[in-house]
């Protein structure tokens, strides 16, 4: 039900910056939580952070609790992924993922849309 698009991706240094983008298609974006996970070959999606269709709540995994951060902005239809302090281990495709509740959640299997993903490497 919501279309997305991910961009920003790219590569940077150790210890650089990138700042992700989802862009969403559809009036209900506004409606429904949000959420970044991030697979690398051969392991699981995993998540990195999520938040609530207003975007008054946000969750971290550990690996990156102080160092990203996720937003929205309703008006946009656009959420977004500040990647501070890069390393290596968070090489990996990036997807953004739109769930069918207001509330996020940690689960992949809980998200409803997702985008295509886009590549994020940091060179060692």
């Known amino acids: 039900q919501v279309q997305l698009v991910e961009s920003g991706g790219g590569l940077v240094q150790d210890g650089g910056s990138l700042r992700l983008s989802c862009a969403a298609s559809?009036?209900?974006?506004?409606?429904?939580?949000m959420g970044w996970f991030r697979q690398t070959p051969g392991k699981e999606r995993n998540f990195v952070a999520y938040?609530?269709?207003?975007?008054?709540?946000?969750n971290y995994a550990k690996s990156v609790k102080g160092r990203f951060t996720i937003s929205r902005d309703n008006a946009k239809n656009t959420m977004y992924l500040q990647m501070n302090s890069l390393k290596p281990e968070d090489t990996a495709v990036y997807y953004c993922?739109?769930?069918?509740?207001?509330?996020?959640?940690?689960?992949?299997?809980?998200?409803?849309?997702w985008g295509q993903g886009t590549q994020v490497t940091v060179s060692s």
């Open positions: 938040i609530s269709s207003s975007g008054d709540t946000v």
């Open positions: 559809g009036r209900t974006f506004s409606r429904v939580a």
């Open positions: 993922a739109a769930r069918a509740y207001s509330t996020g959640s940690t689960n992949a299997a809980q998200y409803r849309d």
